[in-house]
């Protein structure tokens, strides 16, 4: 059974940087593409950025977020990152990482809070 321990979220002032971790174990982790979503309130969950299983080749990022975040993995350490760049309070939200297999196995983080105020 896939577990995550998500990481380093809290309160941060707009226009600053946030890199958010999420640490995996229960499964094998290359296998899996990883993703982050967030759900803001009253907002339904969105996908944020989504990374290929293996060597990451492919990403995909929600156009609010273009330019600004970068997903990437770390296979060794079990790892996957968020780095947000220039923040605004629209990325004031719960932020969730999710792994999901070709087989359709597919596993849920308890979601971490990122808060954007000044």
């Known amino acids: 059974q896939g577990q995550f321990v998500e990481s380093g979220g809290g309160l941060v002032q707009p226009g600053e940087s946030l890199t958010i971790s999420c640490a995996a174990s229960g499964f094998d982790f290359k296998e899996f593409s990883m993703r982050w979503d967030r759900q803001s309130p009253g907002k339904e969950r969105e996908v944020v950025a989504e990374?290929?299983?293996?060597?990451?080749?492919?990403?995909y990022y929600v156009s609010a977020v273009k330019g600004r975040f970068t997903i990437s993995r770390d296979n060794a350490a079990n790892l996957v990152y968020l780095h947000m760049r220039k923040i605004t309070a629209d990325d004031t939200a719960v932020y969730y990482c999710n792994a999901r297999a070709l087989s359709g196995s597919e596993y849920w983080g308890q979601g971490i809070q990122v808060t954007v105020s000044s």
């Open positions: 990374m290929s299983a293996g060597g990451g080749e492919m990403t």
